[in-house]
């Protein structure tokens, strides 16, 4: 039975995550943090989205973004992609580097935007990786 459609609206704000398959690091070092940042940049300018709020983790990252178009699929899709790529040339694998499909919300409400926004600068502090949002 195939996936029902990811609900896409132009001028969408939206909670993105994606995470390594079986869990594992997507990030590694420095330069697979520089290389990934610079992607999404690549990808910010490319669909026009505005990144309000971003976090990258050990073994996956989350995204705060608005769409001016409904393009958040296919933006996910060159960065994961291009990242994916990157990562199986540069450690010599083979494969998947992302679980599954990336997660997405539709952010709808002020309240619901400022507690994803929240979430996301909390992140690594809740995981122990940092003592505060600003590090």
């Known amino acids: 039975m195939p996936r029902p459609p990811r609900p896409q609206v132009a001028g969408g704000i939206y909670h993105l995550v994606s995470r390594g398959v079986r869990k594992l690091p997507i990030f590694t070092d420095v330069e697979s943090r520089r290389r990934f940042l610079g992607l999404l940049g690549e990808t910010v300018e490319r669909y026009e989205w505005e990144l309000h709020s971003w976090c990258l983790m050990t073994n996956h990252f989350h995204l705060l973004v608005t769409t001016v178009e409904p393009t958040v699929s296919e933006g996910m899709q060159y960065l994961n992609g291009c990242y994916g790529q990157w990562y199986d040339w540069r ?12 997660w997405s919300e539709l952010v709808e409400t002020d309240y619901h935007l400022f507690e994803a926004a929240r979430y996301i600068v909390l992140n690594p502090v809740r995981a122990g990786l940092c003592g505060a949002a600003v590090d």
């Open 91 to 102: 450690h010599g694998y083979e494969g998947h580097v992302f679980e599954r499909r990336f």
